[in-house]
């Protein structure tokens, strides 16, 4: 087992993230001055209308305030007139702002995002761009009439006008617009990462070739501001269930209440007979209209009601936070409900800078001679892997004898899984998966000592990728590349095992090697020796069996893949395919963030659950403060188990309850349950127990209270 981590480095999803959001802190004040105005104007019935329960209420309003204005509306009240205009308007008054904190919830939860889109729409402005016409000359171009596949040349110092990939150049990009990382980053040509530039962020050095990927107003900061300012959200599946239960709910509590006065004026008749008219008329008008909507309105799921757009809001708020640009709502969900986590392992699981570390000569060939072999092999292979081989060559006195201009470049590719060069004498030097090589050297009529599956086997029991080298049918010996298992994993996956996630590594390397990282990460499967092909069957495979199904992925062969997958997280860094693919673009481009995004989708649902089940359990103290209310002067007091003072007073404490409950749960709505790693069924269990029971609980102490303190009579 490895044991050599690096105890400096720290996991990549932690420690800077506060540091890295991408939006400076929305001023407060002001968010809640907007909320505030935002809640008044949302009264509007064309925006009301959109939230069933809500609508009830505010329609409830409405009727209310002509009974205050004219008691005698609906028939002859019989009681003082003066005291039943005074409840009604007190009742009005209490369901217009019942209605204006729900609103408040939703602006509040969407003027975090309207800040944030004016932050960004703020680092972008009309750039003049240099754009090159196909018979090479240049022209100014304002950035707005850029079309996709356009060529730009940008230089130190300019913003970059567009989306797009470099063709060409080399230089370091100022991605903080976007990331709000400092550092700068490399781009250049041809590799998979690091070819990808975004309009609106600024070339620091050097000169850029930039074919265009996007049309005006369709870049990545566009969408960004398009998606935290709301203009594309729309409504889960979830949340759209969810809204027809909440919607059927109140159909059936409406029913229920319109039965109040016959059944009232029922019992009316027969009390009538045993107490006198006096008594039975005061039967009948307690069943007033003005009560019968209170008692309607406390019925009715208005707590979740009012929250439910704002907790789904804040859930993709929350992912903005974690410097993630989800493409919509539905794929935060869809990160709750996640069965299955596919993960590669080089850059994921493992840091990724696979550097080379040791050569191992076999078939009697001496480290020197192997040193020289790998450099020749690795002279044209841009990735990182080969780069270090060709440090680690020349630091063994490896030199070439040839002229490179005349050599052949052989690039890596995940099919192959080899690379190398052709030389100008004929020689043809490979290095690449050890079966690889074998396969290689067979074909040219070469033997494979015994000797290299001992390399192989050393190298891989360590964790490491070995790569074997060869010149035509001989093989050389072994590279060593070295990778290491980033810290703090286990616990990672550890805590996904709990919620119910199993976790799979997809490979190209070999058996050995992949289960010993397998091993030491903690995953429970891996697949080892993958193709891309592959990588697409086993999310196929997941998935016909009833799995929802998440990837990380770069490159533009991970693109499939990621769209197969129910969740693609493209990394920044990566291709404009890969990005286009998946569902959701991690500015960080850290692969292990799918672990945190998990957790706030898991979040979300649980927060919709917890506050549902609130809400409901609510209904029982509500229906016992107000239903003697209507029977009680008749003798059925026995229903008034909570001795509230009077029947007023009882209707405007549960109303009043009723109304700051939604206010007081904003921040809840907002920031989210508390989370723990549990199965869902766990989960389920223990949030029945806290927001059933102290949804029941809780409204007896508080519409007791109100009562208490309200100096009615
Ligand atoms: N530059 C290279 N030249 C030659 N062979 C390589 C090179 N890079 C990788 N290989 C070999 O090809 C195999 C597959 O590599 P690749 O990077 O495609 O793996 P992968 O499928 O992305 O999985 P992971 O990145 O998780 O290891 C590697 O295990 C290694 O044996
Ligand atoms: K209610
Ligand atoms: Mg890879």
Redesign the pocket.
Known sequence: MQTNINPSSKPASQGTRDSRRHTPKADMRGLYQRAIKESFIKLNPKVAVRNPVMFIVWVGTIVTLLVTINPNLFGTVQADINQQRLLNGIITFILFFTVVFANFAEAVAEGRGKAQADSLRSTRSDTVAKKVLPDGTIVDTNSTELRRGDIIRVSAGEMIAADGDVIAGLGSVDESAITGESAPVLKQPGTDIASSVTGGTRLLSDELTVRISADPGQGFIDRMISLVEGAERSKTPNEIALTVLLAVLTQVFLIVVSTVPPFAGYIANFVSTIYGEAAANNLRTGASIAILISLLVALIPTTIGGLLSAIGIAGMDRVAQFNVVATSGRAVEACGDINTLVL??????TL?N?LANEFIPVNGHSVQEVAQASLEA?LF?E?P??RSIVALAEKSQATLDFNTKSAEGIE?S?KT????TNLPDGRELR????D?IKGFVRSRGGNVPAQLDEAFERVSRLGG???AVCQDNDIYGVIY?KDIVKPGLRERFDQLRRMGVKTI??????RI?ASVIAEEAGVDDFIAE???ED?IDVIRNEQSQGKLVAMTGD?TNDAPALAQANVGVAMNSGTQAAKEAANMVDLDSDPTKLIDLVTIGKQLLITRGALTTFSVANDIAKYFAIIPTIFGAAGIGALNIMQLKSAQSAIVSALIYNALIIPVLIPLALKGVKFRPLTADQLLKRNILIYGLGGIIAPFIAIKLIDIILPLS
């Open positions: 590669d392992k080089t850059g994921t699981i990724g696979r690795s292979d990735t892997e080969g890596f995940a899984r080899m690379s190398g290095k690449g998966a050890v690889a990728t070995p790569l590349l590594m997809l490979t190209g390397d070999n090697t993958a193709t891309p990588k490159g």
